[in-house]
């Protein structure tokens, strides 16, 4: 077994990871929340041990080339990868010290997201700047959440690559 570490937000949500040394697709994760109070059944909190997801197929990033640069106004941003087609989401980020966080999610998988000019935002309009930016593109699967959790709840395995390019006004 391993244990996972819990976190939480401002606004009272809590959430629980872990990471393991496998990616291979289709592995199945079975993860157990188990309430150890005393008397926590009488209570009515159950224990939930039964909550599974499997690992989406994992891929590699193929464009932009690591350490290539790009004008945000003037260049569509192209992401690439190898291993397109699958019917898993698909999560985008992209970010840096000189520009907004931009973030874009599709329902199916195929291969490349372009990315138009113009919609990389600078942080000054006024006198926007070179910088790096981190590109980072995750596949996820949702799993089914033991229904004796309780209400709300949502599990996901997922695979995610970074990879870094410059980027000028």
Request: proline fraction near 5%; glycine fraction near 12%; charged fraction near 25%.
């Amino acid at each position: 077994g391993k244990t996972m570490r819990e976190d939480d937000n401002f606004v009272g949500q809590t959430w629980y990871e872990a990471s393991f040394d496998t990616d291979e697709e289709d592995t199945e994760f079975r993860f157990s929340f188990l309430r150890t109070a005393p008397h926590a059944e009488e209570c009515g909190q159950l224990s939930a041990p039964n909550s599974t997801v499997t690992m989406p197929p994992g891929f590699e990033l193929t464009g932009p080339a690591d350490g290539t640069s790009i004008s945000r106004a003037d260049d569509d941003l192209t992401i690439v990868w190898d291993g397109g087609g699958k019917d898993d989401p698909m999560r985008f980020s992209v970010g840096g010290s000189c520009v907004f966080s931009y973030t874009e999610s599709v329902t199916r998988d195929e291969g490349t997201l372009v990315i138009e000019s113009g919609s990389i935002e600078p942080l000054d309009d006024e006198n926007p700047t070179d910088c790096e930016l981190t590109i980072g593109v995750t596949r996820y699967r949702a799993g089914e959440v033991d229904s004796a959790f309780g209400e709300g709840g949502a599990i996901e395995a997922s695979q995610s690559r970074t990879l870094t390019i410059g980027s000028t006004p």
